[in-house]
Each structure stands twice: as C-alpha cells, then as structure tokens.
C-alpha cells in the first residue's frame, strides 16, 4: 500500500465535502420542487426525467429549450410541445396535443422520423429531415432531428428535439454548386469572368487571358476589358452591361471589340445574371467568343464572292464576244448554233476543271484531254501528248483552252482528223528559262490534206493568235506548213505555277 501525503489527504477531503454539498442541495430542491426534470447518463442509454407530478414545470422546461421539441408518449402521441415546434408547424399545443406526431409532420419527413424513433428505444439517435415550404420564394428548411428515450412519472415515451440545420444545408450546397461552377468555368474553352453586382471580377478562366494577360480577379471589369459594342452607336459600355445584367436582364451574342485585348480582338459576347439560393442575384457571368475564325472566314467569303462576281463578269463579256463575233462569221442559224455552242461547251470544260482545283491552277496536259473528249472516239491512237506537265493560272487556262478548242474543231473539220491517218502531235518546244521566259507549246498536225493559206481570216484565226497576247511574250503563232498546220502556242511567264 502506497502512503498518502498531507497535503493529498486535505484535496480528497475537500472534494468529498463538496459532492456531499451538492448531493444535499439537490436532495433539498427534489423537496421543494425546485427540479421539473433530470437528465440520467446511464451505462447504456441517456434518460430524461421528470420530478413529481406537476406536468406544466416540465412544459415549461421545455420552452427554455432552443430547438423545436415534442414529449411523446409510446404510442408515439404528443404530450407536450414547445413554442418552437409549434411555430414550425404553423399550430397551436391545442391543436396538437394528443394526435400522432407521424400525422402533422410533413409527408417527406415521415418515414425518417418513424425510423428514428425505432432505432431510438435504447439510446439517443439522430437523422436530418428535409421540411419542404409550399410558398412562392420560401426556402425549404432542414432540420437534425434527435429522439432520446423519456419517462414521465410512470409514462415512458420519447423526446424528439429539431435543431434547425437550414443555414448550414443551403451554405455547403453553396460550395458544393459554387466548386462546380468553378470546375466547368475553368473547362470552357471560351472567356468566362463572373463579376460582382459592382462589376468586381471575381472569378476569371485561363480562356481569359487572351482578353487581358494581367490579374484579372480584383479588378472593375469596365477598366481592364473597355469594349466596343457593334451597332449601338457607343450608347452601351461594359458597366452598362453589367449593370443591366444585375438588374435581372440578360444579353445574348452581342458582337464586339476588345480594343486593348493583346492578340484577338473581335469577340461574341453574352452575360447572364448569377443566381445564388433563393434566386438572389449575386453578379453576372460574362462569356467572350472568340470570332477571329468566323471574321477570317467571313472576309475570306467576301473575297470569293467579289472574286466570283468579277469571274462572273469576265465570262458573260467573253460569251458576248464569242456570240458577237461568231455571228459575224457564219451565214445560218444552224452554222451559228454549231459554233457558238461548240466554244461555249469549250469554255465550260476549262470553267469546270478550274472548279474542281478551286481555281488555283491547272496542268497544261488537263486541258488539251478535256477539250479533245468530244472527239477522242473518233481520234483514239491518232493524238500523242508529250510532256505539258507544266500548271498555269486560271486566265491562261481559259485561254488556252480555247485555242485548244479552235485548233481541234478545225483539224476535226479540215486537218488531220478529217481523214483516216493523221496525227496530231502536241509538246514543249523551248522557252521556260526558271520561269522567266514564256513557255511555248507546238500543236503540229500530219497525214492529213495539203495545208494552204487562208484567204479570209474569221474569228477562230482571231481567238488562236490574240487571246494569250495579254501577258509578257504572249501569244500564238501560225504555220501553214503543206505536210500539215503548225501552231506555236506561247504562255506568259507571269501565268506559269
């Protein structure tokens, strides 16, 4: 046995005698009617207690409770309710003393209460129950509710408490939908800024720093971010925007300038009003599209369309030429179709292989094949192509293609191809240098009738040696060699790709 000291005997009397003063004055207050209820902590299970038999003490023990709370008895009947729980339900204790808590509670809460209060025979439980609110911008209330075994006098039931938990739901689902928001602003690709009701940004994306590449959150956004709004005759301006927004109005695809934005400067702007719980709005979320894109593609549309209104042009000029002079040139109406819509047909066929290269360029040897297709049946094995791998521009292929044209329907209609025999040779002949030079390309036809001079030059002599004359070196030139006509064909440098 260990020995005690002194000074640790006096402590341990000391606190003897003071247990025993307390355990006197409660014995003293139990008398007197001083306690209305004692609150047992047991090896298993907390009890609640009430002194006596006068059940208005233990009411208002109660009242003094913060919580909604409810005395039930075991069949799960209101015996007593406080202030608290009544203004929750929106009744007086009169109307609810004696009814079954199960039937005033509201649908959405009853099964977890009937739950709690099974699990709750033994020991203190606890669920949180969600109150739904029927009117129009009240918002619904959750509440912790704890069921605690009781007995009143000879009466055993329980104490059901409801700690009001609502402020504490609404500020986590806060977070949780403002980490969301956060999570899918930092995904988008566009420029997303969330400003305040003052136009405070407090939220800017990584998209946004192509707007402004300083520290974005902190700043007025009408300051960093002064944009010129298309067509409003610079009546609106970025605080005006906002403020509208915060006002609980919305903008949708506005086109705009960002005029001090470091790289892209047209943008597509929408703002929307942030929303928080209660539908309260907070501030406004402005979202930036880049249109740089869509401008490069809109301009590059203009300068199709003007590029095709000047093709457009060009070709009913040519047509009407063609038309012009070919009637000039033939005696019937039957000659003139014949011709006219042979050239035209030529015209076409050069029109749509530049189509098909998106006007860019096409090889020489492309077009002599399609303006020879008409007449290759007849001529199979008789045209020999060497070389002509050369590309040249869209003018000169049109060109080209119709001295092709004129040089055929005249072999098909008085040289090599009118007999059985005869050729027609087409290749590059010299020129070329790098590019510096004009290329030149002989048509040379053999094995047909003997070749002589014209005697009245018409308007396929015309087309042949003038519609390359255009361009430096330009041209066409004709030999009409007996054994066969020689056509020496010279594109311009400037056409050569």
């Not at 002589?452 to 361009?471: C, D």
Request: proline residues 4%; contains cysteine; negative net charge.
């Amino acid at each position: 046995m260990t020995a005690t000291s002194p000074s640790e005997k006096d402590r341990l009397i000391a606190d003897l005698r003071h247990r025993l003063a307390e355990a006197e004055e409660t014995l003293r207050a139990i008398r007197e009617n001083e306690v209305d209820a004692l609150v047992m902590r047991g090896p298993i299970a907390d009890e609640v207690f009430t002194i006596g038999g006068d059940c208005e003490s233990y009411r208002a023990f109660m009242e003094t409770m913060e919580p909604g709370a409810v005395a039930l008895d075991a069949a799960g009947r209101i015996l007593y309710t406080n202030s608290a729980f009544e203004q929750l339900l929106g009744k007086d204790f009169a109307g609810l003393q004696g009814q079954f808590l199960l039937d005033v509670l509201p649908a959405d809460t009853v099964r977890e209460i009937k739950l709690l209060l099974a699990d709750a025979r033994a020991t203190r439980k606890s669920c949180e129950v969600h109150f739904p609110r029927a009117g129009d911008g009240e918002l619904d209330l959750y509440f912790v509710a704890a069921a605690i075994p009781l007995r009143l006098g000879t009466i055993s039931g329980h104490a059901v408490t409801f700690a009001d938990v609502t402020e504490r739901v609404y500020r986590e689902g806060l977070e949780q939908s403002e980490l969301a928001a956060r999570a899918v602003i930092d995904s988008a690709n566009e420029a997303v800024l969330v400003c305040d009701r003052n136009g405070i940004i407090t939220h800017a994306n990584a998209a946004s720093s192509i707007i402004y590449e300083g520290d974005r959150v902190g700043q007025a956004f009408a300051d960093i971010i002064p944009l010129d709004f298309h067509g409003t005759s610079g009546v609106l301006h970025p605080d005006d925007m906002i403020a509208m927004v915060v006002a609980g109005t919305p903008l949708q695809g506005i086109e705009a300038t960002a005029v001090n934005a470091p790289k892209v400067k047209d943008y597509l702007v929408s703002a929307a009003p942030l929303r928080v719980a209660g539908g309260w709005i907070s501030g406004a979320v402005v979202t930036m599209v880049d249109l740089s894109h869509r401008k490069a593609a809109e301009e590059r549309q203009q300068l199709l369309m003007r590029e095709l209104a000047h093709r457009v042009k060009n070709s009913l000029a040519m047509v009407a030429a063609i038309s012009a002079r070919t009637a000039s040139t033939v005696s019937t109406v039957k000659e003139f179709q014949a011709v006219f819509s042979g050239r035209i047909q030529a015209l076409a066929a050069t029109h749509n292989l530049l189509l098909g290269n998106a006007w860019s360029s096409l090889g020489l040897g492309e077009i002599v094949k399609s303006e020879l297709t008409p007449y290759i049946d007849d001529a199979a094995g008789n045209v020999t192509i060497d070389g002509l791998n050369m590309a040249v521009a869209p003018r000169a292929a049109i060109a080209f293609g119709l001295i092709v044209h004129e040089l055929t329907t005249n072999a098909v209609k008085y040289g090599s191809l009118s007999q059985k025999g005869g050729r027609i040779t087409l290749r590059e002949i010299g020129g070329n240098n790098g590019k510096s030079d004009p290329l030149v390309v002989e048509w040379r036809e053999s094995g047909g009738p003997p070749v002589a001079p014209l005697e009245r030059k018409g308007f396929g002599h015309t087309v042949i040696t003038r519609s390359l004359q255009y361009g430096r070196g330009g041209g066409a030139e004709l030999d009409f060699d007996p054994a066969g006509l020689v056509c020496r064909i010279s594109i311009p440098p400037e056409e050569l790709s």
